[in-house]
């Protein structure tokens, strides 16, 4: 999809994400992907005149671990139903007393501790780095904070989301280490998701809602699951009124990405056209279909 055409918003999130007042011709339509089976159907919408894609990112019912998430799928089924902008939903703990359960922490940065994840779409036959120093879009950064105005939310803007493999919980050492290093929430999902989105050239951004702080916090221990699930609730809640506000904030958007998101892959490819690998370059016809067959 051109730049210049309309953008279509996905959202990756909770399985009731898309069960939200004004969303209109809803239809689950699978999409399928030459990297495996995607976590669910895609669910098709539009929502006041732009369209929307939603991925339950476990799958509806939440029947998929963490780690057994099919990243490359999901992002590339996103891709090829046309998404622009990705806007990712996920529950997470909490590294820091001033961000209690409620919170909502607009993601800018992220470290990286997963083990057993298939983390890009290249490889032998193919190679491409891309840029991560800068791993959300501003653009639709600005669009979530605006959003959020006016809403029962708190909103933290900027912070780091430590990514653990799991799907264990951290031990107590751990999660002093990951305060240690300046990280203000810890969960198991947004990689390798956003670096993924990153070489598929979507303008992605995170919004890390807070259930919970983790085990280093000295009341944790008083947390009862009643309490968790009450908190995961009102997320919900909230959640669903911020994608209400901010799907019409990203519709407006008019030419290319101020930062370069959809832009990242005409300086990443490293492998010569004659080296290329038909088999992988046929795999990737959606992630970089643009940059290959220019």
Known sequence: MSPSSPPVIGVLGGSGLYQMEGLKDVTWRKVSSPFGEPSDELC??????TQVVFLPRHGRGHRIAPSDINFRANIDALKRAGVTDLLSLSAVGSLREELPPGTFVLVDQFIDRTFARNKSFFGTGCVAHVSMAKPVCS????AVA?????LDITLERGGTYLVMEGPQFSSLAE???????GCSVIGMTNMPEAKLAREAELCYASVAMVTDFDCWHPDHDAVTVQQVVATLTANAGRARALVKNVVPLLAQRQGPCRQGCQHVLDTALITAPEARDPEVLARLDAVAGRVLKS
């Not at 098709?44 to 005149?49: A, K, P, R, V, W």
């Not at 653009?139 to 600005?142: K, L, Q, T």
């Not at 605006?146 to 006016?150: F, K, N, R, Y």
């Open 44 to 49: 098709f919408g539009t929502l006041e005149g």
């Open 139 to 142: 653009r639709v950064g600005d």
């Open 146 to 150: 605006s959003a959020c105005e006016g």
């Open 175 to 181: 999660s002093e280490l990951y305060r240690s290093w």
